[in-house]
């Protein structure tokens, strides 16, 4: 019993700012198969060779991939065949070539290889080619394996290696790695006997000149931005109806907002900076201590409540703060927050930036009939963040699915934004030191007064 306070907190958060996973577009059987990495390092290699006329049985099959400056790739393949097929593989290299190549036919990542050469020695196929579009160079010159990115693929991978090993260009170092491999000497390297083998879910790698702290923020940014660019038009629908949600409730807040109750911004602020701090505190526990959350769920909860704290916080002084120093501490917070969260990953950071709609309930309170422009601002940005959430959390749909998607997706992310970002407006529309709210004139003179 004692667990579910910490659960419901971390679900509500992670309502307001889930960054966590990719929402699936169709059902899973509707994918295609998975396709093999290696292509000539199993299964494939043996059908080929059976079809040839050349019984084949593959003992051990290994694969290194070097990731180039121009963004291709090259494999290495070394593949120990039992000595019969080597002998025959041997002695007839028009044959060996062509059941190396009728072995890429079967769902590979390579379609037509480049630059080949076969050759056997000890028992051992040995084979290299080229593929074009592995990788691509981001920001700060790290470079992104599109090849293992499952945003630019529609089919799963699959090892069917007994070993396989991706090398960045020279000069670079792994600074982001698949959680099922592992890292050896500036590479990322799978095996079938890892305790989890084979390509999981998650297999996004990048390389970069360190792996310091700001080569993993520059790799994690352009991870999301690299999403944001294979976004599709047909996936905005997916902030049709928070958008819509959005405009109503900012519509009904002008018209009937001063009836609204107002809050007294030192107690109420007090008091939800606690609650995120203890939010900050429950997660940053579950990540270096006992799982009581997923670790995804746990970033989520930790960033989105580190932000709201900060907000929070500045809220306990709201009565001093102008409307444009509101919304620009708010800013400030946000992106001090996603700059740290983006050193740390990609959930992480995706959970800043879709935090910050949340938060800019505050400066929206401080700013209703007492600025205008930060009014507007805020409102306008409101307006358009639900487009913003559509395409982190589906870069592709199609208009219909995109609407039945929003239901799981940017509807309870707004809901609950709202939820989150009501209490905030309230603290912002407290009232003044005078003891009373404010209209646009009043302020700008007690401004000039000021």
Same mark, same amino acid.
């Given at each position: 019993?004692?667990?579910?306070?910490?659960?419901?907190?971390?679900?509500?958060?992670?309502?307001?700012?889930?960054?966590?996973?990719?929402?699936?577009?169709?059902?899973?059987?509707?994918?295609?198969?998975?396709?093999?990495?290696?292509?000539?390092?199993?299964?494939?290699?043996?059908?080929?060779?059976?079809?040839?006329?050349?019984?084949?049985?593959?003992?051990?099959?290994?694969?290194?991939?070097?990731?180039?400056?121009?963004?291709?790739?090259?494999?290495?393949?070394?593949?120990?065949?039992?000595?019969?097929?080597?002998?025959?593989?041997?002695?007839?290299?028009?044959?060996?070539?062509?059941?190396?190549?009728?072995?890429?036919?079967?769902?590979?990542?390579?379609?037509?290889?480049?630059?080949?050469?076969?050759?056997?020695?000890?028992?051992?196929?040995?084979?290299?080619?080229?593929?074009?579009?592995?990788?691509?160079?981001?920001?700060?010159?790290?470079?992104?394996?599109?090849?293992?990115?499952?945003?630019?693929?529609?089919?799963?991978?699959?090892?069917?290696?007994?070993?396989?090993?991706?090398?960045?260009?020279?000069?670079?170092?792994?600074?982001?790695?698949?959680?099922?491999?592992?890292?050896?000497?500036?590479?990322?390297?799978?095996?079938?006997?890892?305790?989890?083998?084979?390509?999981?879910?998650?297999?996004?790698?990048?390389?970069?000149?360190?792996?310091?702290?700001?080569?993993?923020?520059?790799?994690?940014?352009?991870?999301?931005?690299?999403?944001?660019?294979l976004a599709e038009p047909s996936a905005l629908v997916l902030g049709l109806v928070p958008a819509l949600g959005f405009a109503a409730l900012l519509l009904a807040v002008a018209r009937w907002g001063d009836e609204l109750p107002t809050a007294e911004s030192s107690r109420v602020g007090t008091v939800?900076?606690?609650?995120?701090?203890?939010?900050?505190?429950?997660?940053?526990?579950?990540?270096?201590?006992?799982?009581?959350?997923?670790?995804?769920?746990?970033?989520?909860?930790?960033?989105?409540?580190?932000?709201?704290?900060?907000?929070?916080?500045?809220?306990?002084?709201?009565?001093?703060?102008?409307?444009?120093?509101?919304?620009?501490? $708010? /800013? @400030?917070? +946000?992106?001090?927050? =996603? %700059?740290?969260?983006? #050193?740390? &990953?990609?959930?992480? *950071?995706?959970?800043? !930036?879709?935090?910050?709609?949340?938060?800019?309930?505050?400066?929206?309170?401080?700013?209703?009939?007492?600025?205008?422009?930060?009014?507007?601002?805020?409102?306008? $940005? /409101? @307006?358009? +963040?639900?487009?913003? =959430? %559509?395409?982190?959390? #589906?870069? &592709?749909?199609?208009? *219909?699915?995109?609407? !039945?998607?929003?239901?799981?997706?940017?509807?309870?992310?707004?809901?609950?934004?709202?939820?989150?970002?009501?209490?905030?407006?309230?603290?912002?529309?407290?009232?003044?030191?005078?003891?009373?709210?404010?209209?646009? %004139?009043?302020?700008?003179?007690?401004?000039?007064?000021?």
């Amino acid at each position: 019993m004692t667990a579910r306070r910490p659960t419901l907190l971390a679900v509500a958060a992670l309502l307001v700012c889930s960054g966590v996973g990719a929402v699936a577009v169709g059902p899973a059987a509707a994918a295609p198969p998975p396709e093999t990495v290696c292509g000539v390092c199993g299964d494939g290699l043996a059908a080929a060779a059976e079809d040839a006329g050349v019984p084949l049985t593959v003992e051990y099959g290994a694969a290194t991939i070097r990731v180039r400056e121009d963004g291709s790739g090259r494999w290495h393949a070394r593949v120990r065949v039992d000595d019969r097929a080597a002998d025959r593989l041997a002695a007839n290299a028009t044959l060996r070539e062509r059941v190396v190549r009728a072995s890429f036919d079967r769902r590979t990542v390579v379609d037509t290889p480049r630059n080949l050469r076969t050759s056997v020695a000890n028992d051992t196929l040995v084979v290299t080619f080229d593929r074009p579009g592995v990788a691509h160079r981001s920001l700060g010159g790290v470079v992104l394996v599109d090849l293992l990115d499952p945003r630019a693929r529609r089919a799963g991978l699959d090892l069917e290696a007994d070993r396989l090993r991706i090398e960045g260009p020279n000069g670079t170092v792994v600074s982001r790695a698949p959680s099922a491999a592992t890292v050896e000497n500036g590479a990322v390297v799978w095996r079938s006997t890892d305790e989890e083998p084979g390509l999981g879910s998650d297999t996004r790698l990048a390389f970069a000149l360190s792996d310091g702290p700001g080569a993993r923020a520059l790799t994690t940014v352009g991870f999301v931005a690299f999403g944001v660019g294979l976004a599709e038009p047909s996936a905005l629908v997916l902030g049709l109806v928070p958008a819509l949600g959005f405009a109503a409730l900012l519509l009904a807040v002008a018209r009937w907002g001063d009836e609204l109750p107002t809050a007294e911004s030192s107690r109420v602020g007090t008091v939800l900076a606690g609650a995120s701090a203890a939010g900050v505190l429950l997660a940053a526990g579950s990540l270096v201590g006992p799982d009581l959350v997923a670790p995804a769920v746990a970033e989520t909860v930790l960033v989105f409540a580190a932000l709201y704290g900060a907000v929070a916080r500045l809220a306990v002084d709201a009565d001093s703060v102008s409307p444009r120093a509101a919304l620009g501490w $708010t /800013l @400030l917070g +946000a992106l001090s927050v =996603a %700059a740290i969260a983006s #050193t740390a &990953s990609i959930v992480a *950071l995706r959970a800043a !930036l879709l935090s910050i709609p949340a938060v800019l309930w505050f400066p929206l309170g401080r700013a209703r009939g007492r600025d205008r422009t930060a009014t507007a601002v805020v409102a306008l $940005t /409101l @307006l358009v +963040a639900p487009f913003g =959430a %559509a395409v982190l959390y #589906t870069p &592709s749909a199609s208009p *219909l699915l995109g609407i !039945l998607l929003s239901v799981f997706t940017t509807v309870p992310w707004a809901a609950a934004t709202v939820a989150f970002g009501l209490p905030l407006y309230l603290l912002g529309r407290g009232p003044d030191a005078d003891g009373g709210a404010v209209d646009s %004139a009043d302020w700008t003179e007690r401004a000039s007064v000021d």
